[in-house]
Protein backbone atom coordinates (compact mmCIF):
# COMPACT_ATOMS: atom_id res chain seq x y z
CA UNK A 1 0.00 0.00 0.00
CA UNK A 2 1.20 3.33 -1.14
CA UNK A 3 1.57 6.53 1.29
CA UNK A 4 -0.55 8.18 -0.12
CA UNK A 5 -3.63 5.20 0.19
CA UNK A 6 -2.67 4.69 3.99
CA UNK A 7 -2.87 7.94 4.65
CA UNK A 8 -6.79 8.16 2.69
CA UNK A 9 -7.59 4.74 4.94
CA UNK A 10 -6.49 6.80 8.45
CA UNK A 11 -8.01 9.76 7.45
CA UNK A 12 -11.24 7.87 6.68
CA UNK A 13 -11.13 6.06 9.95
CA UNK A 14 -10.66 8.93 12.08
CA UNK A 15 -13.23 10.63 10.07
CA UNK A 16 -15.81 7.55 10.78
CA UNK A 17 -14.41 7.77 14.22
CA UNK A 18 -15.41 11.25 14.40
CA UNK A 19 -18.58 10.75 12.85
CA UNK A 20 -19.33 7.81 15.30
CA UNK A 21 -18.04 9.77 18.71
CA UNK A 22 -20.15 12.37 18.14
CA UNK A 23 -23.38 10.22 17.67
CA UNK A 24 -22.84 8.46 21.32
CA UNK A 25 -22.07 12.14 22.10
CA UNK A 26 -25.30 13.41 21.00
CA UNK A 27 -27.48 10.51 22.67
CA UNK A 28 -25.57 10.67 25.88
CA UNK A 29 -26.72 14.49 25.60
CA UNK A 30 -30.09 13.98 25.45
CA UNK A 31 -30.14 10.97 27.64
CA UNK A 32 -28.29 13.39 29.88
CA UNK A 33 -31.02 16.07 30.01
CA UNK A 34 -33.99 13.25 30.24
CA UNK A 35 -32.36 12.41 33.53
CA UNK A 36 -31.58 16.00 35.00
CA UNK A 37 -35.48 16.64 33.80
CA UNK A 38 -36.80 13.68 35.54
CA UNK A 39 -34.26 14.07 38.73
CA UNK A 40 -35.56 17.71 39.15
CA UNK A 41 -39.44 17.31 38.62
CA UNK A 42 -39.25 14.26 41.00
CA UNK A 43 -37.41 16.47 43.30
CA UNK A 44 -39.84 19.07 43.21
CA UNK A 45 -43.07 16.45 43.51
CA UNK A 46 -41.80 15.31 47.00
CA UNK A 47 -40.95 18.66 48.14
CA UNK A 48 -43.96 19.95 47.23
CA UNK A 49 -45.72 17.00 48.92
CA UNK A 50 -43.57 17.48 51.95
CA UNK A 51 -44.04 20.73 52.24
CA UNK A 52 -47.85 20.89 51.49
CA UNK A 53 -48.18 18.37 54.20
CA UNK A 54 -46.18 20.30 57.11
CA UNK A 55 -48.14 23.32 55.78
CA UNK A 56 -51.64 21.61 56.03
CA UNK A 57 -50.97 20.04 59.67
CA UNK A 58 -49.09 23.07 61.37
CA UNK A 59 -52.44 25.59 59.56
CA UNK A 60 -54.80 23.08 61.17
CA UNK A 61 -53.12 22.59 64.98
CA UNK A 62 -52.38 26.16 65.07
CA UNK A 63 -55.44 26.99 67.32
CA UNK A 64 -54.18 23.80 69.52
CA UNK A 65 -50.85 24.97 70.15
CA UNK A 66 -51.05 26.46 73.69
CA UNK A 67 -49.74 25.24 77.22
CA UNK A 68 -52.20 23.81 78.20
CA UNK A 69 -51.69 20.98 75.36
CA UNK A 70 -48.44 20.09 77.42
CA UNK A 71 -50.16 20.80 80.80
CA UNK A 72 -53.29 18.95 80.79
CA UNK A 73 -54.60 15.26 79.98
CA UNK A 74 -57.13 13.96 77.74
CA UNK A 75 -60.68 14.33 78.78
CA UNK A 76 -62.58 12.88 76.62
CA UNK A 77 -62.25 14.53 73.19
CA UNK A 78 -60.65 17.41 74.66
CA UNK A 79 -58.36 18.76 77.00
CA UNK A 80 -54.66 18.40 76.40
CA UNK A 81 -51.76 15.61 75.85
CA UNK A 82 -49.56 15.73 78.50
CA UNK A 83 -50.72 12.02 79.07
CA UNK A 84 -49.76 10.82 75.85
CA UNK A 85 -46.92 13.15 75.55
CA UNK A 86 -45.45 10.86 78.18
CA UNK A 87 -46.92 7.57 77.24
CA UNK A 88 -45.20 8.49 73.73
CA UNK A 89 -41.91 9.02 75.52
CA UNK A 90 -42.18 5.61 77.73
CA UNK A 91 -43.30 3.61 75.20
CA UNK A 92 -40.47 4.72 72.76
CA UNK A 93 -37.40 5.51 75.12
CA UNK A 94 -38.34 1.66 76.93
CA UNK A 95 -38.31 -0.01 73.62
CA UNK A 96 -35.18 1.84 72.59
CA UNK A 97 -33.49 0.65 76.07
CA UNK A 98 -34.31 -2.91 75.15
CA UNK A 99 -33.85 -3.15 71.71
CA UNK A 100 -30.49 -1.10 71.16
CA UNK A 101 -28.02 -3.24 73.04
CA UNK A 102 -29.64 -6.65 71.68
CA UNK A 103 -29.17 -5.01 67.99
CA UNK A 104 -25.58 -3.78 68.40
CA UNK A 105 -24.66 -6.91 69.66
CA UNK A 106 -26.30 -8.53 66.88
CA UNK A 107 -24.95 -5.90 63.85
CA UNK A 108 -21.45 -6.74 66.05
CA UNK A 109 -21.83 -10.37 65.48
CA UNK A 110 -23.17 -10.41 61.55
CA UNK A 111 -20.45 -7.42 60.73
CA UNK A 112 -17.47 -9.99 62.57
CA UNK A 113 -18.21 -13.15 62.67
CA UNK A 114 -21.60 -13.76 60.46
CA UNK A 115 -20.16 -15.51 57.30
CA UNK A 116 -20.80 -18.99 58.57
CA UNK A 117 -24.18 -20.58 58.55
CA UNK A 118 -26.03 -18.56 61.95
CA UNK A 119 -24.78 -16.02 60.38
CA UNK A 120 -26.66 -15.86 57.16
CA UNK A 121 -29.81 -17.50 58.80
CA UNK A 122 -30.02 -14.21 61.25
CA UNK A 123 -29.18 -11.68 58.50
CA UNK A 124 -31.93 -13.84 56.80
CA UNK A 125 -34.63 -13.95 60.07
CA UNK A 126 -33.66 -10.33 60.19
CA UNK A 127 -34.99 -9.29 56.41
CA UNK A 128 -38.15 -11.64 57.04
CA UNK A 129 -38.57 -9.67 60.33
CA UNK A 130 -38.11 -6.18 58.48
CA UNK A 131 -41.16 -7.00 55.93
CA UNK A 132 -43.55 -8.54 58.81
CA UNK A 133 -46.40 -5.97 59.09
CA UNK A 134 -46.43 -3.77 62.37
CA UNK A 135 -50.26 -4.82 62.64
CA UNK A 136 -49.27 -8.69 62.77
CA UNK A 137 -45.99 -8.07 65.47
CA UNK A 138 -49.13 -6.12 67.38
CA UNK A 139 -51.67 -9.09 67.44
CA UNK A 140 -49.13 -11.59 68.45
CA UNK A 141 -48.40 -9.27 71.08
CA UNK A 142 -51.88 -9.61 71.90
CA UNK A 143 -52.31 -13.55 71.85
CA UNK A 144 -49.03 -13.28 74.03
CA UNK A 145 -48.62 -10.79 76.46
CA UNK A 146 -51.73 -9.52 76.64
CA UNK A 147 -54.29 -12.65 77.13
CA UNK A 148 -51.87 -15.59 77.52
CA UNK A 149 -49.90 -13.87 80.21
CA UNK A 150 -52.36 -11.53 81.41
CA UNK A 151 -50.97 -8.27 81.38
CA UNK A 152 -53.78 -7.35 79.60
CA UNK A 153 -53.43 -3.58 78.07
CA UNK A 154 -50.16 -2.50 79.47
CA UNK A 155 -46.61 -0.72 79.33
CA UNK A 156 -44.67 -3.76 79.08
CA UNK A 157 -46.71 -5.21 76.45
CA UNK A 158 -46.05 -1.72 74.14
CA UNK A 159 -42.38 -1.51 74.54
CA UNK A 160 -41.64 -5.43 74.68
CA UNK A 161 -43.70 -5.36 71.29
CA UNK A 162 -41.99 -1.87 69.85
CA UNK A 163 -38.71 -3.61 70.79
CA UNK A 164 -39.12 -7.11 68.82
CA UNK A 165 -40.19 -4.14 65.68
CA UNK A 166 -36.60 -2.09 66.45
CA UNK A 167 -34.26 -4.88 66.47
CA UNK A 168 -33.65 -5.83 62.47
CA UNK A 169 -33.44 -2.17 62.09
CA UNK A 170 -30.73 -1.46 64.49
CA UNK A 171 -28.79 -4.72 64.11
CA UNK A 172 -28.47 -3.74 59.90
CA UNK A 173 -27.34 -0.19 60.76
CA UNK A 174 -24.70 -1.50 63.32
CA UNK A 175 -23.73 -4.25 60.89
CA UNK A 176 -23.05 -1.67 57.71
CA UNK A 177 -21.45 0.96 59.96
CA UNK A 178 -18.83 -1.24 61.13
CA UNK A 179 -18.73 -3.24 57.61
CA UNK A 180 -17.93 0.53 56.44
CA UNK A 181 -14.77 0.68 58.57
CA UNK A 182 -11.23 -0.06 56.21
CA UNK A 183 -9.72 -3.45 57.01
CA UNK A 184 -6.67 -1.76 57.86
CA UNK A 185 -8.22 -0.78 60.84
CA UNK A 186 -8.98 -4.06 61.52
CA UNK A 187 -5.47 -5.24 60.89
CA UNK A 188 -3.83 -2.62 62.54
CA UNK A 189 -5.61 -2.95 65.62
CA UNK A 190 -4.32 -6.77 65.66
CA UNK A 191 -0.85 -5.16 64.75
CA UNK A 192 -0.38 -4.05 68.17
CA UNK A 193 -1.32 -6.83 70.01
CA UNK A 194 -4.64 -5.64 71.11
CA UNK A 195 -7.74 -8.77 71.49
CA UNK A 196 -10.62 -9.15 69.13
CA UNK A 197 -12.83 -7.55 72.06
CA UNK A 198 -10.84 -4.58 72.41
CA UNK A 199 -10.26 -4.23 68.28
CA UNK A 200 -14.28 -4.54 68.19
CA UNK A 201 -15.01 -2.11 71.31
CA UNK A 202 -12.33 0.53 71.63
CA UNK A 203 -11.27 0.78 68.02
CA UNK A 204 -14.21 -0.27 65.86
CA UNK A 205 -16.99 0.79 67.53
CA UNK A 206 -16.02 4.53 68.54
CA UNK A 207 -15.63 5.02 64.83
CA UNK A 208 -18.51 3.35 64.16
CA UNK A 209 -20.27 5.12 66.45
CA UNK A 210 -22.18 8.30 64.54
CA UNK A 211 -23.32 5.77 61.82
CA UNK A 212 -24.79 3.55 64.89
CA UNK A 213 -26.40 6.50 67.01
CA UNK A 214 -27.95 7.57 63.28
CA UNK A 215 -29.49 4.01 63.11
CA UNK A 216 -31.10 4.31 66.68
CA UNK A 217 -32.24 8.04 65.86
CA UNK A 218 -33.98 6.13 62.95
CA UNK A 219 -35.28 3.90 65.17
CA UNK A 220 -36.61 6.19 67.41
CA UNK A 221 -38.42 8.21 65.21
CA UNK A 222 -39.70 4.69 63.34
CA UNK A 223 -41.63 3.76 67.12
CA UNK A 224 -43.09 6.61 67.64
CA UNK A 225 -45.01 6.67 64.58
CA UNK A 226 -46.11 3.13 65.55
CA UNK A 227 -49.73 2.98 66.04
CA UNK A 228 -51.77 -0.48 64.90
CA UNK A 229 -48.72 -2.80 67.40
CA UNK A 230 -50.03 -0.66 70.23
CA UNK A 231 -53.43 -0.20 70.29
CA UNK A 232 -53.51 -4.18 70.63
CA UNK A 233 -50.98 -4.26 73.45
CA UNK A 234 -50.94 -0.36 74.89
CA UNK A 235 -54.20 0.11 74.92
CA UNK A 236 -55.28 3.68 76.01
CA UNK A 237 -55.38 5.94 78.94
CA UNK A 238 -56.97 9.55 79.74
CA UNK A 239 -54.69 9.51 82.91
CA UNK A 240 -50.93 9.83 83.62
CA UNK A 241 -48.59 6.48 83.98
CA UNK A 242 -48.65 5.67 87.32
CA UNK A 243 -45.43 3.55 86.76
CA UNK A 244 -47.10 0.15 86.50
CA UNK A 245 -45.69 -1.65 84.02
CA UNK A 246 -48.36 -4.65 83.54
CA UNK A 247 -52.05 -4.26 84.34
CA UNK A 248 -52.47 -0.60 83.42
CA UNK A 249 -52.83 1.23 80.00
CA UNK A 250 -50.96 3.87 78.81
CA UNK A 251 -51.93 6.85 76.36
CA UNK A 252 -49.41 8.03 73.30
CA UNK A 253 -49.71 10.08 70.38
CA UNK A 254 -50.72 8.01 67.44
CA UNK A 255 -53.93 6.87 69.03
CA UNK A 256 -54.72 10.82 69.34
CA UNK A 257 -54.53 11.02 65.84
CA UNK A 258 -55.61 7.58 64.82
CA UNK A 259 -59.19 7.59 66.85
CA UNK A 260 -59.71 11.59 67.71
CA UNK A 261 -59.92 12.84 63.89
CA UNK A 262 -62.96 10.63 63.03
CA UNK A 263 -65.06 12.41 66.03
CA UNK A 264 -67.34 15.02 64.49
CA UNK A 265 -66.30 17.54 67.36
CA UNK A 266 -64.15 20.40 66.06
CA UNK A 267 -61.93 20.92 70.00
CA UNK A 268 -60.95 16.59 68.74
CA UNK A 269 -59.77 17.66 65.20
CA UNK A 270 -57.69 20.45 66.38
CA UNK A 271 -55.91 17.74 69.26
CA UNK A 272 -55.56 15.07 66.45
CA UNK A 273 -53.81 18.07 64.30
CA UNK A 274 -51.96 19.01 66.98
CA UNK A 275 -50.56 15.44 67.98
CA UNK A 276 -49.78 14.54 64.30
CA UNK A 277 -47.58 18.19 64.71
CA UNK A 278 -46.00 17.33 67.51
CA UNK A 279 -44.88 13.36 66.05
CA UNK A 280 -43.88 15.07 62.82
CA UNK A 281 -41.12 17.87 64.85
CA UNK A 282 -40.28 15.28 66.46
CA UNK A 283 -39.38 12.71 63.74
CA UNK A 284 -38.03 15.21 61.69
CA UNK A 285 -35.83 16.60 64.52
CA UNK A 286 -34.08 12.99 65.21
CA UNK A 287 -33.75 12.51 61.14
CA UNK A 288 -31.94 15.54 60.81
CA UNK A 289 -29.61 14.69 63.96
CA UNK A 290 -29.33 11.44 62.20
CA UNK A 291 -27.92 12.83 59.11
CA UNK A 292 -25.66 16.20 60.76
CA UNK A 293 -23.88 13.04 62.72
CA UNK A 294 -23.19 11.06 59.68
CA UNK A 295 -22.02 14.51 57.74
CA UNK A 296 -19.99 15.34 61.10
CA UNK A 297 -18.55 11.42 60.78
CA UNK A 298 -17.46 11.87 57.14
CA UNK A 299 -16.08 15.75 57.50
CA UNK A 300 -13.88 14.21 60.78
CA UNK A 301 -12.73 11.54 58.17
CA UNK A 302 -12.01 14.41 55.36
CA UNK A 303 -14.25 12.37 53.01
CA UNK A 304 -17.02 14.90 52.61
CA UNK A 305 -17.88 17.13 49.69
Do not use: C
Amino acid sequence: MSASNLSSTVTQIKRGGTLQAARISWKRQVFRGVGTVFIWASFVIVAAAFLSIIADVLIKALPGLKLSLFTEVSTGMGGGLKNAIEGTLVLSLGSLLIAAPIGIAAGIYLSEFGTGLAGKALRFLSDVLVGVPSIVLGYVGYITMVIYLGWQFSVAAGILTLSVMLLPYIARTTEMALSNIPPAVREAGFGIGAGEGTVILRILLPGALPAVMTGLFYALALSMGETAPLIYTAGWSNYMWNGQFTNQPIGYLTYVIWTFINEPFEEAHVLAFAAAFLITLVVLSLILLGRWMVIWQLRKRGSYR
